[in-house]
């Protein structure tokens, strides 16, 4: 379907290696081409994804919580 053309489809925990923002650390980092990643930078990789993807609804819950706690 388009929507999954359009965001590279979901990405399952494990599979995140394979998403443009891997390419664009590896870019960073030459010397993870040569090798399979290991727990630490997929962790992170796999971590990165999530903040993508719920930053939008963080941003919508915690930030106006937060404001309110604030004010009051």
Do not use: K
């Not at 388009?2 to 030459?30: F, I, K, Q, R």
């Not at 090798?35 to 903040?51: E, N, V």
């Amino acid at each position: 379907d388009d929507l999954s053309d359009m965001t590279g489809g979901w990405v399952h925990p494990g599979e995140y290696a394979s998403s443009g923002t891997n390419a664009c650390c590896m870019s960073l980092h030459p010397d993870a081409q040569e090798q399979s990643f290991t727990s630490l930078p997929r962790t992170f990789l796999l971590g990165m994804g999530y903040i993508e993807t719920f930053f939008g609804v963080y941003m919508l819950i915690v930030v106006p919580v937060v404001t309110l706690i604030v004010y009051l």
